[in-house]
């Protein structure tokens, strides 16, 4: 079942916070964050596991709360570069190592 | 760097033919997956291959076959393309379920 992103769409102006948020109703082992800009493929920011291990992208940070299922990506003093639709992908355990992604999240930062 | 390479950018294609869309990795990873990707619904899964010759079916696997004969090459077919399978395939790699690479997508239309 495909996790819920929030919100649908962003604009901010450069140097504002931003906060993408994504959902699941399973009882997630992982979630992966990737960006992509229009034209191109998406990149992998961020990955989060069960048990607090994280690694990823040095100017971008989140959370896991695996009790509720949900992650939260974090974009500080955004930069003209953030633009772009980021997608959550979660794992679970009985799936192995695929993904489910999101519908993903528009973003765009404004000068 | 990984690189994931796919066989043609944009591809058109009449209603009946059976289509071959390739993906080449070369880091070795042992995960390949084939998405589709279409406005407003994200990446959703189609196969997923965690070995040569091993297939599991994704999300929407209708209308689709896989082929990995070899660790580095993981093949989508349209046995008889229709226009609902108009869209942007992304094909991804990765070592076990950590981040996935993608390559740079293949807009397939059909007419």
């Known amino acids: 079942q495909q996790p819920v992103q929030s919100p649908q769409a962003v604009i901010l102006r450069e140097g504002e916070d931003a906060v993408i948020n994504c959902s699941s109703s399973?009882?997630?082992?992982?979630v992966h964050w990737y960006r992509q800009k229009h034209g191109e493929a998406p990149i992998f920011l961020m990955i989060?596991?069960?048990?607090?291990e994280q690694k990823g992208h040095d100017k971008i940070s989140a959370s896991f709360n695996e009790k509720k299922q949900q992650s939260s990506l974090y974009l500080t003093a955004s930069q003209l570069s953030y633009s772009g639709t980021y997608f959550c992908?979660?794992?679970?355990?009985?799936?192995?190592?695929?993904?489910?992604f999101g519908a993903g999240t528009i973003l765009r930062v404004k000068s | 760097d990984v690189k994931v390479t796919q066989s043609s950018r944009y591809l058109v294609k009449r209603t009946g033919e059976k289509v071959f869309l390739e993906c080449v990795q070369d880091?070795?990873?042992?995960?390949m997956f084939w998405y589709r990707q279409d406005p407003g619904l994200g990446l959703r899964l189609i196969y997923f291959s965690y070995d040569v010759k091993m297939k599991e079916k994704g999300d929407i696997p209708e209308g689709y076959s896989v082929s990995r004969e070899k660790k580095e090459r993981f093949s989508l077919i349209l046995e008889s393309a229709s226009t609902n399978q108009t869209s942007m395939y992304l094909c991804?790699?990765?070592?076990?379920?950590?981040?996935?690479?993608f390559g740079p997508g293949t807009r397939l239309t059909v007419t």
């Open positions: 992908g979660t794992g679970v355990m009985e799936y192995g190592n695929k993904l489910v």
């Open positions: 989060l596991l069960k048990g607090g």
């Open positions: 991804a790699s990765s070592f076990e379920g950590y981040e996935q690479y």
């Open positions: 880091m070795d990873h042992e995960n």
């Open positions: 399973k009882a997630l082992y992982s």
